[in-house]
């Protein structure tokens, strides 16, 4: 009988302001990956979609509004099975773009925040997963994918 696989689904957004940059949080240091940047987002809660996830879990880490119809699907990064420990589930990320919530954002659940030009994302230390999710936004941003929905 084969193994049932289990993963945890993360939503993940690249709020974008209307001169290009994109906001990015510090993790908090005593997290997994403290001190590290990534996109806001967090776990996907059971009977939730996706995308109701992100609307929440922004408002939770940065107090403001998204509209899920604002949500642009860019890319996904998942973490294989054979490197998760101690019967932790592997993590796949689900990153959306939004130019457009209605707030300002604020650090509630983070070190800090920033706002960075698409180009130096990849120079930042972040966890192995924003990476890859990095460069689906610059490319996105290149092929004129990501920003306001069409």
Known sequence: ??????????????LMRSD??????????????????????????????VENAAVREVHEE???????????PVSFASEPSGNTSGGRKPVVILLYTCAQWRGDPEC????ELGWFEPGA???LPMPPLDYPLARALLGAIA???AGNPG
């Open 143 to 145: 092929g004129g994918y």
């Open 62 to 72: 940065l107090g403001i509004e998204l509209d899920a119809d604002c949500l642009r």
């Open 20 to 49: 290009g940059r994109v906001l990015m949080q510090r993790r908090r240091y005593d997290a997994v990956h403290g001190g590290l940047w990534e996109f806001p987002g967090g776990k996907v809660e059971a009977g939730e979609t």
């Open 1 to 14: 009988m084969k193994e049932k696989l289990t993963v945890m689904l993360v939503a993940a957004v690249s």
């Open 121 to 123: 994302l990849a120079d």
């Open 108 to 111: 509630r659940d983070a070190e």
